[in-house]
Nanobody, 122 residues
Framework: VQLVESGGGLVQAGGSLRLSCAAS????????MGWFRQAPGKEREFVAT????????YYGDSVKGRFTISRDNTKNTVYLQMNSLKPEDTAVYYC????????????????WGQGTQVTVSS
């Protein structure tokens, strides 16, 4: 599975961005999908995950209520809508695919994208 993220950029605090992750190479609907982020000098952090059909979602505490994960299996794409952005949301955002379904465990993801930079200015 190849994953390509897009949609990152520079935004002011309080603004919104929508990240996309396009998948190719295997049956997209067979994988749980997740978003993670990594800021300089910090460990990779779980952001959100979604199950095969999109019926199950789970969020990290730091983004709950502000971010929404969704997927369109007809387009082989997973999205991350980010609202009310804060400077502490600044990081490289990665999407990942897990054959085990939706999970917060970074080690259970089989495929990763190259990442997209999100920068939130104060």
């Amino acid at each position: 599975v190849q994953l390509v993220e897009s949609g990152g950029g520079l935004v002011q605090a309080g603004g919104s961005l929508r990240l996309s992750c396009a998948a190719s190479g295997d049956t997209f609907s067979s994988y749980g999908m997740g978003w993670f982020r990594q800021a300089p000098g910090k460990e990779r952090e779980f952001v959100a995950t979604i199950g095969w059909s999109g019926g199950v979602t789970y969020y990290g505490d730091s983004v709950k209520g502000r971010f929404t994960i969704s997927r369109d299996n007809t387009k082989n794409t997973v999205y991350l809508q980010m609202n009310s952005l804060k400077p502490e949301d600044t990081a490289v955002y990665y999407c990942a695919a897990s054959a085990r379904g939706s999970t917060i465990v970074v080690g259970w993801y089989d495929y990763w994208g190259q990442g997209t930079q999100v920068t939130v200015s104060s």
